[in-house]
C-alpha cells in the first residue's frame, strides 16, 4: 500500500498570507494526486486533481504541485471562508485508495 | 443536479451488521463508480471499497473480510454491508463518486452519516 505523509498536521495564518501543504508518497505516484478542502461539519469537496488541474469552480488562488512522491498544496490569499482541514489522496495504485492524515488550517 | 444520500441506522450493537444505503441521483450508476469512505469522530478519511459502473467491486484489504458493496441500479442505490462491528468501526460514512474520466478521486460526495457501535 501507498502512505501518504501530510504535514504539517495544523497550521495558523493570517488573511491575505500564502500557505503550504505538502503530502509525501512512499513510492511515486506520478501525479496521481487530489486534494480535497473538508469545512466543518461537511463532506470534503475536491480542489485538485492530478496534481495540478484545479477543479471546476475552484478559486484560483488554490493551486497544486508537484512530481514524484512530493506534492504540495497552495493557498494564496487566504480567506476567512478557506478555514477548514485539507486532505490529499493518491489514486496511482490501488486498491486502496489512500489519503494523508490531513491538515487542520486556522486563522490567526 | 448530481446527489447523493446516505441512510442507515445511527446506533448498531457490537457483533452486529452494518447495512447502509447510498441513493444517488443525477447521473446513473452503470456510467459512473461509486465509493465509501468512513472518517472516526476529528480523524482523517479511510477508502473502503468501490463499487464499479460495470458491476464489479474493489475493497480496502483491512475490510475485505467483513465487507460487501452491492447495487441495484434501477433505485440508483449502493450498498454498504460490513459484519462484526467493534467500538472501533464508529464513524461517519460517506458515500462518493468517482470523476470517472481523469482518474479515480471523488467529485461529489455525500453528507455522510454518523454510525455509533455501542451498547
Known amino acids: 500500500d501507498i502512505q501518504m505523509t501530510q504535514s504539517p498536521a495544523s497550521l495558523s495564518a493570517s488573511l491575505g498570507e500564502t500557505v503550504t501543504i505538502e503530502c509525501r508518497a512512499s513510492e511515486d505516484i506520478y501525479n496521481g494526486l487530489a486534494w480535497y478542502q473538508q469545512k466543518p461539519g461537511k463532506s470534503p469537496q475536491l480542489l485538485i486533481y492530478?496534481?495540478?488541474s484545479l477543479h471546476t469552480g475552484v478559486p484560483s488562488r488554490f493551486s497544486g504541485s508537484g512530481s514524484g512522491t512530493q506534492y504540495s498544496l497552495k493557498i494564496n490569499s487566504l480567506q476567512s471562508e478557506d478555514v477548514a482541514s485539507y486532505f490529499c489522496q493518491q489514486y496511482y495504485n490501488y486498491p486502496p485508495l489512500t489519503f494523508g492524515s490531513g491538515t487542520k488550517l486556522e486563522i490567526k | 443536479q448530481v446527489q447523493l444520500k446516505e441512510s442507515g441506522p445511527g446506533l448498531v450493537q457490537p457483533s452486529e451488521t452494518l447495512s447502509l444505503t447510498c441513493t444517488v441521483s443525477?447521473?446513473?450508476?452503470?456510467?459512473?463508480?461509486v465509493n465509501w469512505v468512513r472518517q472516526p469522530p476529528g480523524k482523517g478519511l479511510e477508502w473502503m471499497g468501490t463499487i464499479w459502473n460495470d458491476g464489479s467491486t474493489d475493497y480496502n484489504s483491512a475490510l475485505k473480510s467483513r465487507l460487501s458493496i452491492s447495487r441495484d441500479t434501477s433505485k440508483s442505490q449502493v450498498f454498504l454491508k460490513m459484519n462484526s462491528l467493534q467500538t472501533e468501526d464508529t464513524a461517519i460514512y460517506l458515500c462518493?463518486?468517482?470523476?470517472?474520466?481523469?482518474?479515480?478521486?471523488?467529485?461529489?460526495w455525500g453528507q455522510g452519516v454518523m454510525v455509533t457501535v455501542s451498547s
Open positions: 462518493a463518486r468517482e470523476e470517472g474520466s481523469s482518474g479515480f478521486f471523488f467529485d461529489y
Open positions: 443525477g447521473f446513473s450508476l452503470t456510467s459512473y463508480g
Open positions: 492530478n496534481a495540478n
